[in-house]
T-cell receptor, first 114, second 116 residues
Framework: AQTVTQSQPEMSVQEAETVTLSCTYD???????LFWYKQPPSRQMILVIR??????QNATENRFSVNFQKAAKSFSLKISDSQLGDAAMYFC???????????FGKGTKLSVKP | DGGITQSPKYLFRKEGQNVTLSCEQN?????MYWYRQDPGQGLRLIYY???????QKGDIAEGYSVSREKKESFPLTVTSAQKNPTAFYLC???????????????FGSGTRLTVV
């Protein structure tokens, strides 16, 4: 079965600095999708970024970018110029065809210090 | 505006009662999902449905039931057989359950269920 591991339960970053959240996953499939979701204190789940496994180019969305290493099964999220509004739980997620649904890691709680 | 509506926002259940959580979407999405969120556990899948009148059990389906009679609606019933129902419940939908068109899920704002 596919699994997603986030090894950092909590992280902290200074405002305007850069932080990287780690994620590894385990799968035997070659075609799949990876996502990062953000859950602020409101608990509304928000899609941050999406990566298709067959694309070698790393996805980027404004201040958010990923480092996708398919062979290593690693999918880290980099947040540049951190803002107070970035404080949230961040979930790394996997979607593969055989599973048919989104599998979540346990999350990393990010704090942003002013 | 299109989106997913979950109701109620807060729900209290007495021991031995069944309760139903509502989830409605107007996004014309084929697939819908129910997740349970507990502290330190991430999100765990309860049930999902990729098409009307069909649904599958997720990882923690025991003590829960669902129906999918309409494309827009996917209610979740928490039965008295669920021994530890206190949690935050999230409903989600996606355009399709097919891998080739997966753009991620859209989530509702959640229901907080507490046993009293």
């Amino acid at each position: 079965a596919q699994t997603v591991t986030q090894s950092q339960p909590e992280m902290s970053v200074q405002e305007a600095e850069t932080v990287t959240l780690s994620c590894t996953y385990d799968t035997s499939e070659s075609d799949y999708y990876l996502f990062w979701y953000k859950q602020p204190p409101s608990r509304q789940m928000i899609l941050v970024i999406r990566q298709e496994a067959y694309k070698q180019q790393n996805a980027t969305e404004n201040r958010f970018s990923v480092n996708f290493q398919k062979a290593a099964k690693s999918f880290s999220l980099k947040i540049s110029d951190s803002q107070l509004g970035d404080a949230a739980m961040y979930f790394c997620c996997y979607y593969g065809g055989s599973q048919g649904n989104l599998i979540f890691g346990k999350g990393t709680k990010l704090s942003v210090k002013p | 505006d299109g989106g997913i509506t979950q109701s109620p926002k807060y729900l209290f259940r007495k021991e031995g009662q069944n309760v139903t959580l509502s989830c409605e979407q107007n996004l014309n999405h084929d697939a819908m999902y129910w997740y349970r969120q507990d502290p330190g556990q991430g999100l765990r899948l309860i049930y999902y449905s990729q098409i009307v009148n069909d649904f599958q059990k997720g990882d923690i389906a025991e003590g829960y039931s669902v129906s999918r009679e309409k494309k827009e609606s996917f209610p979740l019933t928490v039965t008295s057989a669920q021994k530890n129902p206190t949690a935050f419940y999230l409903c989600a939908s996606s355009i399709t359950g097919r891998l080739s068109q997966n753009y991620g899920y859209t989530f509702g704002s959640g229901t907080r269920l507490t046993v009293v």
